[in-house]
């Protein structure tokens, strides 16, 4: 089935420092989107990339997307202590002509040290 | 910013019992979704909804879910003869997705079911 797997399951980081995130797919897709969780709370839209976009920014997240190896990477730069969370990146499935469910990858483990 | 909204944050219930979830969807949307997430899990697709009726559904909802959107602001997820294993936090999300295809889920901030 179509999943997003997230790489590494866990990333600690020096405040300051810069995050790169991956996630791989296996089926063609519409569009990719990042999302973040805090610990027991809900999840967070960061980003959408079309699958006819190659990168995309917004504020410090930088996204890439490589339909060709079914891969993208969020970047975090210059971390902050409340950039702390879990992130999941979730694909759609291209052909669907309405809205449909997004498929949650296991997500990576963000610890920012001080 | 408008927001889904989730009632209650925390239900703990007796197993056997029925549970409703709810939520508020953002109000000019038209798509809606419910996720269950396990601890330490994958967030996993339950259930999509719109115009009344359900378009899609996992292999986790079985005849034991339904949903119900009983007015135009609530959408309801009830469990029948809750199990153990439905334990998790519960996500409701929409969008407001007309036929196109780049528009992002918005989530609630869940419901954390306890089945004792």
Not at chain 1, 65 to 78: E, F, P, R
Not at chain 2, 64 to 82: A, C, M, W
Request: aromatic share 10%; glycine share 6%; with cysteine.
């Amino acid at each position: 089935s179509q999943q997003g797997e997230e790489d590494p399951q866990a990333l600690s980081i020096q405040e300051g420092e810069n995050a790169t995130m991956n996630c791989s797919y296996k089926t063609s897709i519409n569009n990719l989107q990042w999302y973040r969780q805090n610990s027991g709370r809900g999840l967070v839209h960061l980003i959408l990339i079309r699958s006819n976009e190659r990168e995309k920014h917004s504020g410090r997240l930088r996204v890439t997307l490589d339909t060709s190896k079914k891969s993208s990477s969020l970047l975090i730069t210059a971390s902050r202590a409340a950039d702390t969370a879990s992130y999941f990146c979730a694909t759609d499935h291209e052909g669907y002509s309405s809205a449909s469910k997004i498929i949650f990858g296991s997500g990576t483990r963000l610890s920012i040290r001080p | 910013e408008p927001e889904v909204t989730q009632t209650p944050s925390h239900q703990v219930t007796q197993m056997g019992q029925e549970v409703i979830l709810r939520c508020v969807p953002i109000s000019n949307h038209l798509y809606f979704y419910w996720y269950r997430q396990i601890l330490g899990q994958k967030v996993e697709f339950l259930v999509s909804f719109y115009n009344n009726e359900i378009s899609e559904k996992s292999e986790i909802f079985d005849d034991q879910f339904s949903v119900e959107r009983p007015d135009g602001s609530n959408f309801t997820l009830k469990i029948r003869s809750t199990k153990l294993e439905d334990s998790a936090m519960y996500f409701c999300a929409s969008t407001r997705a007309e036929g196109q295809l780049d528009q992002p889920q918005h989530f609630g901030d869940g419901t954390r079911l306890s089945i004792l």
